[in-house]
Nanobody, 123 residues
Framework: VQLQASGGGLVQAGGSLRLSCVASGQSFSYYTVGWYRQAPGKEREFVAF????????DYADSVNGRFTISRDNAKNTVYLQMNSLEPEDTALYYC?????????????????WGQGTQVTVSS
């Protein structure tokens, strides 16, 4: 499966962005999808995941209550709605997918990665 992340951009603190991760190559319906981010000089960190069914999600403490992950399997797309953005959210955001069922916060658990989309939040 190939993943294409988009929706990043430059926004002021307190603003919002919605990232999209579109899958091609095969149906997305049976993949758990995660979002990760990496700021310059820092390690890649977990942001959120959504299980294939959409019934379970999990978030990093730093984004919980501000970000919402969702999916539309009919469109082969997973979204990350980001509200109340802070300068600390500035990073390259990646989506990743793993077959089936359980969610994971570890990047090593994901088999497929998109190319990343840049989010920059100005103060």
């Amino acid at each position: 499966v190939q993943l294409q992340a988009s929706g990043g951009g430059l926004v002021q603190a307190g603003g919002s962005l919605r990232l999209s991760c579109v899958a091609s190559g095969q149906s997305f319906s049976y993949y758990t999808v995660g979002w990760y981010r990496q700021a310059p000089g820092k390690e890649r960190e977990f942001v959120a995941f959504i299980r294939y069914s959409g019934r379970r999600t999990d978030y990093a403490d730093s984004v919980n209550g501000r970000f919402t992950i969702s999916r539309d399997n009919a469109k082969n797309t997973v979204y990350l709605q980001m509200n109340s953005l802070e300068p600390e959210d500035t990073a390259l955001y990646y989506c990743a997918a793993r077959p089936c069922c359980s969610g994971s916060t570890s990047p090593n658990s994901y088999n497929y990665w998109g190319q990343g989309t840049q989010v920059t939040v100005s103060s």
